[in-house]
């Protein structure tokens, strides 16, 4: 499968959604507190969910995907047993999980996930965040893709006949290709763009379709970009220039540069040692472009070079390098997704129902991270979901 499977643009909610206190009678209450902002019975119709029944139970629906995402069962048997448990679930029968997981749009979830992520709450989340960073006043954007693997088949659908497989992704084969943009800039990781395609597609292929999830933030101004060297491409990087786009990238130790100035020399000692660092003007290849390239030498001789757009008059070598350590927050991110969430053990085997898990699990997590925003926990994300799945019918003033 060469295609791409799933790619998004997003528009900004124009919800006027309330701000809400942090009382609740329950953790899972409080856990769905921000869901319960969106309205999700508005999105079902937009997508035709329920047109031909009485009840079409979209939103408890929704609330045991995102359970299931953050709480993964080992069989639909056993999450059955659980919505008949657990607070703030409604009794669903495993098939009827099944056929509507599999038959409903997963798109109405993607609706709902940036529907979420454009909330004024995590507008002001965001902003508390970013203050908390003092040496750096722009946001930060990583770009990132990792491959999911899959533990039973998936039949893709023809694009003419939803009902008819044109191929199947086995397990063992490459899976699905998450492609994902994140602000970095504050202690949380907060999503902003997704696009998931076949699992052999390169990064570089889905760099505009994640800016364009990005740029409709209407909270980042000029923004610094940085991703690793799975999206190398000179003519983007001239784009971006041109643009006046912020970048920090690695670049290639062979690649082909033509120094046109040293802008300086520095060496930094710690009790690690001396490690040297060179600040150059550079053409890079034939592009006729000038970029500002970086190589930190450490004590063993390695080098690492980064390429910039960054102004030496405003960020000086050590700048540079910490706004691009800052990509390693998605790295975490993606870690944390595959240790403690359902992101990769689906139990549809359609296209469509396992994106409709995986997006339920996305809200899950940024459900999670707001949990962690209004009842402040020690031990992060991975203390913050041991909590909420062993204090589910709990009230929230039992672990304080």
Known sequence: M??????????????????????????????????????SEFIAEQFDIGTYTTKHDFENHLKVGVFEGINPSDSLAELAEK???????????????????????YHAVVRLFFE??????????????????????????????????????????????????????????????????????GHAKQPLGVSVTAGETREPTQFDHLQGDVEVFTDLDSPIHVFDRGYLDYDRFCALKEREEDFVCLLQSDSRVDVLE??????????????????????????????????????????????????PEKYDPVDVMNIYTLRTLIEILFRELKQYTNIENFHSQSVNGVLFELFCTLIGYVLIEWFRHCH?????????????????????????
């Open 2 to 39: 060469t295609e791409t499977v799933h790619t998004l643009t997003q528009r900004s909610s124009d919800q006027n959604l309330s701000g809400g206190s942090c009382q609740s009678a329950t953790t899972a209450s409080e856990f769905y507190s921000l869901l319960d902002e969106v309205d």
């Open 116 to 185: 979420l992520l454009h909330s004024p709450q995590l507008y002001h989340q965001r902003s508390v965040q970013r203050k908390r960073l003092e040496w750096l006043d722009r946001a930060v954007v990583a770009l990132d893709g990792t491959n999911l693997a899959l533990t039973r088949s998936v039949a893709v659908p023809s694009e003419l006949h939803d009902s008819e497989a044109i191929d199947e992704i086995k397990p063992g084969d490459r899976g699905l290709k998450f492609n994902f943009a994140a602000r970095v800039d």
């Open 376 to 400: 402040p926990l020690r031990g992060g994300v991975p203390e913050a979901v041991r909590l909420i799945r062993t204090r589910w019918n709990k009230s929230l003033p039992v672990y304080g």
């Open 262 to 311: 040293r802008i300086q020399d520095i060496d930094i000692t710690d009790e690690a040692g001396t490690r040297h660092v060179r600040d150059d003007l550079i053409e890079l290849a034939e592009t006729g472009e000038t970029f500002r390239r970086i190589v930190f030498e450490d004590v063993d001789g390695e080098e690492i070079a980064y390429l910039t757009t960054l102004s």
């Open 83 to 105: 919505t008949a448990t657990h607070d703030q679930l409604e009794e669903m029968a495993a098939s009827t999980f099944s056929r509507r997981t599999n038959d409903r749009d």
